[in-house]
């Protein structure tokens, strides 16, 4: 393995040098608009990319993840679904940069000099056989990170005087406080988890009840619960669990409860949760829910005007030269 990607590394130097050909340095993978991206800014991005999907799915997928299918209705492999994905990026920031005069927006020296920290700081996290194989050096990882910064400064100002239409009863919320008594087991400091025994389960069940009866007595979930050595969280919820991330059930719970009203213990795969209904209006979690949903409804206006420029784009594209840059597993033997 270790002379086959010595084999690997030396060829795409090769490439990258500008040894294929004297007159082609870095040729054209393809073009967004009049901007050429060239092999090595591909090469770049695909490897970093890969790096990333096998750290998350290489255990799952094991070494033919590649070749296996990422869409059996259109046949597509996981290779072509990363590459897919890589040149729909690549592609945005670009047509971002190409339209940031007309947002007027630019890297101010401040923000250059933070790229730059970043773009050492990059060199210095990953191990130099990875970033020779992505062709990477600190002036390339700066480019990179610039037009990406400069692609955010566009989007945001793209959308900056767009005001959404959203409604008092989308973002109203009411107060809760919940806490969880686990019955799954812990992990220690290495991560390493132990699950919890039947003796232990069922003396976290009996504290889920001593927790709820102390609660309803006092009227106070969260002191008796702290009484316990819990932690209680001080949340809000809305009329529905559509992007809340809370535990349903409990939710739902809560739901049905007056203000003041304590719940029974509710079981979950987690474990026993109880909640308290404290209040009809939670003007800290209304707020936090119309900021929420405002950034979401931004970022679609802005998908929306992306979309657009994306259907008026000249894109261009040189296979040949994007084939250069083949997925194999080989990563895993730098990371």
Not at 107 to 130: G, N, P, T, V
Not at 134 to 148: K, N
Not at 165 to 193: A, K, M, P, Q, W
Request: hydrophobic share 35%; proline share 2%; with cysteine.
């Amino acid at each position: 393995m270790k002379r086959t990607l010595g084999v690997l590394l030396l060829a795409l130097c090769m490439v990258l040098s500008g040894c294929k050909s004297e007159h082609d340095k870095d040729p054209t993978a393809f073009t967004v608009n009049d901007r050429s991206v060239g092999l090595r800014e591909w090469n770049f991005f695909v490897r970093m990319n890969q790096m990333q999907w096998e750290k998350e799915w290489l255990d799952t997928y094991g070494d033919d993840m590649w070749s296996q299918m990422a869409d059996e209705e259109k046949g597509t492999t996981m290779e072509e679904r990363l590459k897919e994905e890589v040149m729909e990026s690549i592609c945005q920031v670009h047509l971002a940069n190409q339209h940031a005069k007309e947002y007027k927006v630019s890297l101010d020296e401040e923000k250059k000099q933070e790229i730059q920290e970043r773009a050492r700081s990059f060199m210095e996290s990953y191990h130099e056989a990875l970033l020779q194989y992505a062709g990477a050096d600190e002036a390339f990882v700066y480019d990179r990170l610039a037009e990406r910064e400069l692609a955010l400064l566009v989007a945001d100002a793209s959308v900056a005087d767009y005001e959404p239409e959203i409604t008092d009863e989308e973002v109203h919320r009411e107060g809760i406080c919940y806490v969880l008594i686990s019955t799954t087991g812990l992990r220690d400091e290495e991560g390493n988890f132990t699950p919890f025994s039947e003796e232990e389960i069922t003396r976290r069940t009996q504290v889920a009840r001593d927790v709820c009866e102390a609660a309803r007595e006092s009227k106070d979930l969260k002191a008796a619960a702290e009484a316990e050595g819990l932690t209680p969280i001080e949340s809000s919820m809305g009329k529905s669990n559509e992007g809340d991330g809370q535990e349903p059930r409990m939710l739902n719970a809560a739901r049905m409860l007056e203000v003041g009203e304590i719940s029974d213990p509710i079981w979950t795969e987690e474990g026993w949760f109880l909640v308290q209904h404290v209040s009809a209006y939670d003007e800290e979690g209304t707020a936090y829910w119309r900021e929420k949903l405002t950034a979401l409804a931004k970022e679609e206006e802005y998908e929306r005007i992306l979309e657009g420029w994306q259907k008026e784009a000249a894109i261009t594209v040189d296979q040949e030269v994007l084939d250069q840059v083949d997925v194999k597993i080989v990563l895993k033997e730098l990371l």
